[in-house]
């Protein structure tokens, strides 16, 4: 997982060549600081529950919002979990998610190194 990069700036980049405003971008980067950290712990609550669908669905949700800005990284390991479940190897996830804060806080850390706030 680390020959991935951290952040893939085409998609954001992208964005911004299409004419959105860096504005844009920093709203984004401050919705991932609201909603991923609450979304890693209704997937790790799902986890501790057992519950294999929940789990999924929290894990795909987060794979697609953060394979939509770039995050490389992070997205791998959510996809990981996913895969997992759709395994029928559940129990294999928790060792995975324990890396979701680590992940978080590296791509946290690329987005505001490469769109600082103006």
Do not use: W
């Amino acid at each position: 997982m680390n020959e991935l990069p951290i952040l893939d700036p085409r998609p954001l980049r992208d964005l911004l060549e299409l004419g959105a405003s860096p504005a844009l971008v920093q709203e984004l980067i401050v919705l991932f600081q609201e909603d991923v950290p609450t979304r890693m712990a209704l997937l790790r609550a799902a986890l501790a529950a057992g519950d294999g669908p929940q789990t999924r669905m929290e894990a795909h949700q987060l794979k697609g919002a953060l394979s939509n800005m770039g995050l490389a990284r992070f997205a791998e390991l959510a996809s990981r979990i996913e895969a997992c479940v759709l395994a029928d190897q559940l129990e294999r996830a928790p060792a995975l998610a324990e890396g979701l804060p680590a992940v978080y806080d590296e791509a946290l850390q690329a987005l505001q190194q490469a769109y600082p706030q103006t």
